[in-house]
């Protein structure tokens, strides 16, 4: 059974950081690109970031170009995604999604985790 499993959220002030990652179980994703999306009440689920399978090619929705960093560890089955500067608006529940290969269409991603939540204080 596939899972992916999304850690590392919380609450934080504005300014402030947080490390999110994801953990792939099941099958291998060695050959997947792995991306970001993330929802906010009431809004529909929108791209963040994306990685290409070894890791050559990465793409960031321009509201977080600059502040996050998405990587990858392909022998550990992980993405993780590093926010730095956060803002109230950043606030959401994010999700770790795969797909086939890197791209910011939600519905080319086959395979999503549950979500962790990332709230941002002013």
């Known amino acids: 059974q596939v899972q992916l499993v999304e850690s590392g959220g919380g609450l934080v002030q504005a300014g402030g950081s947080l490390r999110l990652s994801c953990a792939a179980s099941g099958r291998t994703f060695s050959t997947n690109a792995m991306a970001w999306f993330r929802q906010a009440p009431g809004k529909e689920r929108e791209f963040v970031a994306a990685i290409s399978w070894n890791s050559d090619i990465t793409d960031y929705a321009e509201s977080v170009k600059g502040r996050f960093t998405i990587s990858r560890d392909t022998a550990k089955s992980t993405v993780s995604l590093q926010m730095n500067s956060l803002k109230p608006e950043d606030t959401a529940v994010y999700h770790c999604?795969?797909?086939?290969?890197?791209?910011?269409?939600?519905?080319?991603?086959?395979?999503w985790g549950q979500g962790t939540q990332v709230t941002v204080s002013s």
């Open positions: 999604a795969v797909a086939s290969f890197i791209t910011r269409s939600k519905s080319r991603y086959g395979y």
